[in-house]
């Protein structure tokens, strides 16, 4: 009999498929990470190459980290990268680990309860926003693979759960510019036509983002190849086609059978032979039960119940499940060991130990009948219960899938119920809401299921919403409403009120709707000892009659909300409500007494910390205020306040609103450059959010796009971002019209932008009405510009802006120029010009000059005329302000001035008014390259990159690089190849 362990000692069959790896693993080293599908029916031998190239990994210096999937962990989040980061931290690299994630580490202190986290617990994962945890251990493998080329394993993946899922596209979508190779092994047997796996790996060829091998059988050959290693003899030709006509090639069956001849008592090649002479085992099955019979009754018993514990398992566990005295146990799992059929492994926590292979825990599993699964499923359930008493972090989902599976529906949903509400404190959305639904279905009908029927459909509905899958979520909430009511649950019903009201106002723009539902919820709870909900519905209802316009009643709104939350120690509405009525009061003018609540607020919110999506309200108020009143060193304190915020609770989507008010500021103080790489990256991570605030991040690149010269941009920007419900765009698109020289059609559109606004809305007649004066002007109409001029004093007189006397001076002298006024008009100009300069206004400030360039032209003072237009065009080249620009040479030509030729010119246009560069960059979004492989690719910058990326969406009318490559492809836009 072989006493050694009877396993291939070479890799067979395989050499193409590793090759192919190694290369994989070369790029990897050099910053050109992959993702890679090996893919094959069980046995076929996707450990063993995965073994193998982490034998090549190691021999080149390149660190590996392994997880793996398990049927009975399918739904437990973010499974197997958890399983392989801690691989890394079974390795001793806990506390490098820690400081590597440094404020990271907190939030992932629940899932790796290993790590040195000075006291945090699951508690703290109760705020924040989804992509908290799923950002962080994305983040946490990124810094990894930035330490260090690095290989990430991943086994089984076809049992990975729906967090993990996503997890691994979002990895993907971002390992090419990383040192970092992701391996994954999957079933092609388990990946039937719905299977997520099999949608996942599509979606990822498709948009090629990943690679996948396929392993085939061996070839007879290849199974003598095999079986000569093993048994370090050439085998008899009759074995070998015997073993090659049994096995079908697998690799994992052929030894398997290699092993079962070996304890039938062949002793090599020709004993074999006998055996097989004799008749094989009508299936691997049969081997592996075969196997384990001379091992006596006791040890097949241990390996079912540890099948249905799970393909891993603690020795603790294993006894406390089976019954069965430790030191009978300890012998019986040694010899398991030994014969290969369990592998110990060493960690932190203690042995563990697992099935060598699948396909044997599977036997094992199946081989048991049904009465006896169930009842070894309840035992299970039972000694999870007794090691989970007194712990924090209690196995909800084990507890669940094996309650569910033992026949014990109620104690399921239960558990399922407390395991959906773990997986969202993880932010593991999907998989929350997979238990949720589990819990739902194991509810019985009655009246006294009502109350916690309605607790379900709350938190389905808030799992939903987390997901962008607003139809669903407004679907559940309503459900969940008509019970509350019914309950009279005041509280709960007024929660899901204004949950309802966000979502009838933002997404249906039902903004009337919206404010029934808030006013019906504050009634409900109106005067209740603990007021958080008024609070909470009362300032709500404040913030979105201050979004409409309805000044009056937000004021009223906000101030009751202000009282309120003024009566609750530690409270930190008050925050919200001053920095709303902050923002209320910058809008009718009142800028020093709204920045003073605006500081208030960011105080009490330092003291008070609130939720984040409350804080993000509160950092949004202050910032759109401080930017519309061009307070700009305020404005970008505020910033950097918030982006500290947001990167502190890996809120990714609210840092892309505050870098979009960062264009904004840096548009105007003379930042173009850097401000259409802030807007454009702003736009493609709030399109890729879906998030609401996507309108005004469109309304500033748009801005932005005008003032270039860009005007065809500018209109799709703007159309864009009126879909979005920004009402400012209709301004905007007034803006281009005139930039077009179409000056009494948006004169008119001006007129109606104003006539729809709140006549107390000083900040936004302040900024309309000097384009207005201008607009009537260029139409000739200077009656109606003379009462735009009176209105705009007027406004500027019962407010403080800073620039408000500067563009009442602009206004005025373009008024008197137009009535042949100079030396009125010249004396306005030059006060403009003067307090431009002194706000560090360089783009209003050169309007100006060349304004007054031109009224001194038409006069005798040319030489100042010259000099003021060349410093206009100066400041417009600077800018890259292309319309402004050629508007000044065009002065200094018509005065016989020379003036030098623009730097570059308009590129030609091809389809879709695509740009050649612009078309090569399509050519490699086609191809699947990132930003920094496009920017190697063609020579540029990543920023440059980025800019080309937004207008390509833009003029393709597409909101994602893949949208955009599938039409590049289907159009042939650009080269076959």
């Known amino acids: 009999m072989l006493t050694k362990q009877v396993t291939c000692p070479v890799l067979v069959g395989r050499k193409n498929e590793l090759q192919a790896l190694i290369e994989m693993l070369e790029r990897a080293v050099s910053g050109r990470g992959e993702t890679v599908l090996i893919a094959g029916d069980a046995g076929i031998g996707k450990s063993r190459l995965c073994r193998e190239l982490k034998r090549e990994a190691t021999a080149r210096g390149i660190r590996v980290i392994q997880g793996h999937c398990s049927m009975a962990e399918s739904a437990v989040p973010y499974g197997p990268f958890m399983d392989a980061l801690r691989f890394r931290l079974e390795r001793g690299d806990g506390m490098a680990v820690a400081q590597l994630l440094g404020p990271l580490l907190r939030y992932l202190a629940p899932l790796f309860p290993e790590l040195p986290t000075g006291g945090a617990t699951a508690g703290e994962l109760s705020e924040g926003p989804a992509e908290r945890a799923f950002e962080a251990i994305g983040q946490v493998l990124q810094r990894l693979a930035e330490l260090g080329p690095l290989l990430l394993l991943l086994e089984d993946f076809h049992w990975a759960d729906p967090t993990s899922r996503d997890l691994l596209y979002f990895l993907s979508r971002r390992v090419g510019d990383l040192p970092l190779l992701i391996v994954l092994t999957c079933r092609s047997d388990e990946l039937h036509l719905g299977h997520p796996v099999r949608r996942l790996s599509a979606m990822l060829t498709r948009e090629r983002l990943a690679r996948e091998i396929t392993l085939a059988p061996l070839t007879e050959p290849e199974v003598g190849e095999m079986v000569a290693a093993i048994l370090e003899t050439v085998p008899d030709p009759e074995l070998i086609a015997a073993a090659a006509t049994r096995t079908e090639g697998n690799p994992f069956f052929v030894e398997e059978l290699i092993k079962g001849l070996s304890e039938a008592g062949a002793p090599g090649a020709s004993g074999a032979m006998e055996v097989v002479r004799a008749g094989l085992p009508a299936t691997i099955s049969e081997v592996i039960v075969g196997r384990v019979e001379p091992l006596g009754s006791r040890a097949r018993e241990v390996l079912s119940v540890a099948a249905v514990i799970g393909r891993t398992f603690s020795f603790d566990l294993l006894r406390e499940v089976s019954g069965v005295e430790e030191e009978e146990l300890l012998e019986v799992v040694e010899q398991l060991v030994t014969a290969q059929l369990l592998v110990e492994e060493h960690g932190p926590s203690g042995e563990r130990y697992t099935f060598r292979h699948g396909l044997i825990h599977e036997v094992f599993y199946n081989d048991i009948i049904a009465p006896r699964r169930r009842f070894w499923h309840r035992r299970v359930a039972a000694a999870l219960e007794a090691q989970a008493s007194g712990s924090l972090l209690v196995p909800y989902e084990p507890l669940a899938y094996h309650s569910r599976l033992g026949g014990d529906a109620a104690r399921a949903g239960e558990y399922a119920l407390l395991a959906g509400d773990q997986a969202a404190r993880l932010f593991a959305w999907r998989d929350a809401e997979a238990r949720y639904q589990e819990a739902l279905a194991a509810l019985e009908p009655g009246e006294e299921s009502a109350a916690r029927e309605a607790a379900i459909l709350d938190r389905l509905s808030y799992v939903a919403w987390c997901q962008s899958r607003m139809d669903d979520s407004q679907r559940h909430a309503e459900q969940a409403l008509e019970l509350r009511r019914g309950l009279r649950d005041h509280r709960g019903a007024a929660a899901l009120l204004r949950r309802l009201a966000f979502l009838y106002a933002h997404q249906r723009g039902e903004w009337e709707r919206a404010a029934t539902c808030l006013r019906e919820a504050i009634g409900l709870v109106a005067g209740e000892a603990d007021g958080t909900e008024e609070t909470l519905a009362t300032v709500d209802l404040g913030r979105l009659c201050l979004e409409r316009g309805l000044y009056d009643e937000a004021e009223a709104a906000l101030e009751r909300g202000l009282a309120l939350a003024s009566r609750y120690d530690g409270s930190g509405e008050e925050a919200l409500a001053l920095a709303s009525l902050g923002l209320l009061a910058v809008h009718r003018g009142a800028v020093r007494a709204g920045v003073a609540r605006l500081d208030l607020a960011l105080t009490l919110m330092v003291d008070r910390p609130l939720p984040l999506d409350r804080a993000s309200g509160v950092f949004r108020a202050g910032i759109r205020a401080l930017e519309a009143a061009r307070e700009h060193e305020r404005a970008l304190a505020w910033i950097d306040a918030a982006m500290l915020h947001a990167a502190q609770h890996g809120a990714h989507a609210d840092s892309a609103i505050y870098r979009a008010h960062r264009a904004a500021i840096e548009r105007r103080t003379g ?129 403080d802006f800073v620039f408000g006397r500067a563009t009442v001076q602009h206004a005025v002298g373009l008024v008197h120029a137009a009535r042949g006024e100079t030396d009125a008009a010249r004396q306005a100009f030059e006060s403009a010009r003067a307090e431009w300069e002194a706000l560090s206004q360089p783009y209003e400030r050169a309007r100006v000059s060349l304004d007054l360039a031109n009224l001194l032209f038409s006069g005798d003072e040319s030489r100042l005329a010259t000099e003021l237009a060349r410093e206009a065009l100066a400041t417009f080249e600077g800018l890259g302000a292309i319309d402004q620009a050629e508007l000044a040479r065009r002065m200094l030509r018509r005065a016989g001035v020379r003036a030098r030729a623009p730097k570059s010119t308009v590129p030609p246009v091809g389809p879709h008014g695509l740009t050649p560069r612009e078309i090569s960059v399509l050519a490699e979004l086609a191809k699947g390259s990132t930003n920094k492989q496009i920017a190697r690719a063609l020579g540029i910058t990543d920023k440059t990159v980025s800019i080309h990326v937004s207008n390509i969406l833009a003029k393709l009318g597409c909101t994602t690089r893949t949208q955009a490559a599938g039409l590049a492809i289907a159009e042939r836009l650009v080269p076959n190849g």
């Open 671 to 799: 930042q173009w450059e850097q401000a259409v790489v802030l807007a454009c990256h702003a736009v493609d991570e709030l399109r890729e959010a879906r998030r609401a605030e996507l309108g005004d991040a469109l309304r500033i690149l748009g801005d932005l796009h005008r003032v270039r010269g860009d005007l065809a941009g500018a209109r799709r920007a703007y159309d864009e971002a009126r879909v979005h419900g920004c009402q400012d765009a209709d301004v905007g698109s007034a803006l281009v019209l005139l930039a077009e020289g179409q000056a009494a059609s948006a004169a008119e559109k001006l007129r109606e932008a104003l006539a729809a606004h709140a006549s107390d809305d000083r900040l936004f007649a302040l900024r309309v009405l000097p384009f207005l004066v201008e607009a009537e002007v260029r139409a000739g109409q200077l009656e109606r510009a003379a009462e735009a001029v009176e209105q705009l004093q007027r406004e500027v007189a019962r407010s």
